[in-house]
């Protein structure tokens, strides 16, 4: 257990619906980061928060969009979903900006996997 | 579990054998790396990691060596067993804020 929970893990929707994954980072992490993985990509960072905050963005579609709450658990918002949504999605967490705990780098949680039928 | 990245490069080794995973990293300026191990359904976990004043450093049967001058990263796994089936990923910090994460490498250990 790697301390950063992930729910649901698997999420089944119809195309045109929307969807909420849900982030718990580990224990004393301030930042959030999520990232998407498809089955023909690596790893695409989509956005990080910071103690509540947007730090940074990377490729999110103007469907998607996130925030981190006071007790710094973090939710995914996909909407209007498309087959090219399906996708595991992975939520990690650091201390700082940029990392922390016994090396600076992030912390996975272990992904949902979205289907989008 | 499914896996992913079915269009990965894959390094395919003897069990016991020794792997080389190699990694080109984009940015001079990135001054710390991590290589990370993906099993199937799990997300990322860190191996070993190093900073660009170093240009070597061992963990438990494996290593991780940097060349600044190529921009290149490898991640040395000795006695590679077949827990070692995964893919890895190297991960690249750029201008002090976030991690940028390389396409990634599957590993498969044959018996």
């Known amino acids: 257990d790697s301390g950063v929970t992930q729910t649901p893990k698997h999420l089944i929707t119809a195309t045109g619906q929307r969807v909420t994954l849900r982030c718990s980072p580990r224990?004393?992490?301030?930042?959030v980061y999520w990232y998407q993985q498809s089955l023909d990509q690596g790893l695409q960072f989509l956005i990080q928060?910071?103690?509540?905050?947007?730090?940074a963005k990377g490729n999110i579609l103007e469907r998607f969009s996130a925030q981190q709450f006071p007790d710094l658990h973090s939710e995914l918002n996909l909407s209007s979903l498309e087959l090219g949504d399906s996708a595991l999605y992975f939520c990690?967490?650091?201390?700082?900006?940029?990392?922390?705990?016994?090396?600076?780098?992030?912390?996975f949680g272990s992904g949902t996997r979205l289907t989008v039928v | 579990g499914e896996s992913v990245g079915l269009h990965l490069p894959t390094l395919s080794v003897q069990e016991g054998d020794n792997s080389i995973i190699n990694c080109a990293y984009s940015?001079?300026?990135?001054?710390?790396f991590i290589w990370y191990k993906q099993e199937s359904g799990k997300g990322p976990q860190f191996i070993i990691d190093?900073?660009?004043?170093?240009d070597k450093r061992q963990g438990q049967r494996v290593t991780v060596l940097l060349n600044k001058t190529v921009k290149h990263l490898s991640l040395q796994i000795a006695a590679t067993q077949p827990g070692d089936s995964a893919v890895y990923f190297c991960?690249?910090?750029?201008?002090?804020?976030?991690?940028?994460f390389g396409p990634g490498t599957r590993l498969s250990v044959l018996p």
């Open positions: 990690a967490s650091s201390v700082q900006g940029t990392g922390g705990g016994n090396h600076y780098g992030y912390t």
């Open positions: 224990s004393g992490d301030l930042s």
């Open positions: 928060y910071y103690n509540g905050e947007e730090r």
């Open positions: 940015n001079s300026a990135s001054d710390y």
């Open positions: 190093i900073r660009s004043n170093m």
């Open positions: 991960a690249e910090l750029q201008y002090g804020q976030n991690f940028v």
